[in-house]
T-cell receptor
């Protein structure tokens, strides 16, 4: 089955700096890669995703890149703000099989210091 | 606009009790999932369902069962709760094909403590 590894497990940055979280996956058939943000006391919320036919996607201060050959994808947050502090999860799935179930990384706790 | 609702935010149960965790979604999604979340272990899939009365085991189904009698409701059952089932339980739903967004919608979670 799919295995997703996520690094780092914790990340602390100064407000205004950039943050990068990296994930690798094992199943070359995976074709959908979402990122979730989980704030304290809440369930994870989808913030951005990328499909295997795209190399990069941006949404304001966040971007995701995908390297299919190397089987890794990354989340980039620019101009970080204290409200970006949360746990971030990457995931991988094959969208057309097994109900589209996702395999998750172990999460990265991001702390943005004011 | 709440879309995935888990019936309890916090539960405390005794060892050996039968425990029901309920999840309801209002998006007419075919697929529903139960994950447990533990520190350092990420989200691990317990069971999922792709249709009414259909269920599939995830990665850690031991000690759990599920029920999906109606499309909108997916229940997780701990037949005989044990202390190692103390965890945060997350329910999620996912639309099927033809939609641009394949991401999960999660509920807020149920923190279960077994004593």
């Amino acid at each position: 089955g799919e295995n997703v590894e996520q690094h780092p497990s914790t990340l602390s940055v100064q407000e205004g700096d950039s943050a990068v979280i990296k994930c690798t996956y094992s199943d070359s058939a995976s074709n959908y890669f979402p990122w979730y943000k989980q704030e304290l006391g809440k369930g994870p919320q989808l913030i951005i995703d990328i499909r295997s036919n795209v190399g990069e996607k941006k949404d304001q201060r966040i971007a995701v890149t995908l390297n299919k050959t190397a089987k890794h994808f990354s989340l980039h947050i620019t101009e970080t703000q204290p409200e970006d502090s949360a746990v971030y999860f990457c995931a991988a799935s094959i969208s057309s099989t097994n109900a589209g179930k996702s395999t998750f990384g172990d999460g990265t706790t991001l702390t943005v210091k004011p | 606009d709440v879309k995935v609702t888990q019936s309890s935010r916090y539960l405390v149960k005794r060892t050996g009790e039968k425990v029901f965790l309920e999840c309801v979604q209002d998006m007419d999604h075919e697929n529903m999932f139960w994950y447990r979340q533990d520190p350092g272990l990420g989200l691990r899939l317990i069971y999922f369902s792709y249709d009414v009365k259909m269920k599939e085991k995830g990665d850690i189904p031991e000690g759990y069962s599920v029920s999906r009698e109606k499309k909108e409701r997916f229940s997780l059952i701990l037949e005989s709760a044990s202390t190692n089932q103390t965890s945060m339980y997350l329910c999620a739903s996912l639309g099927q094909g033809g939609t641009a967004n394949y991401g999960y919608t999660f509920g807020s979670g149920t923190r279960l403590t077994v004593v």
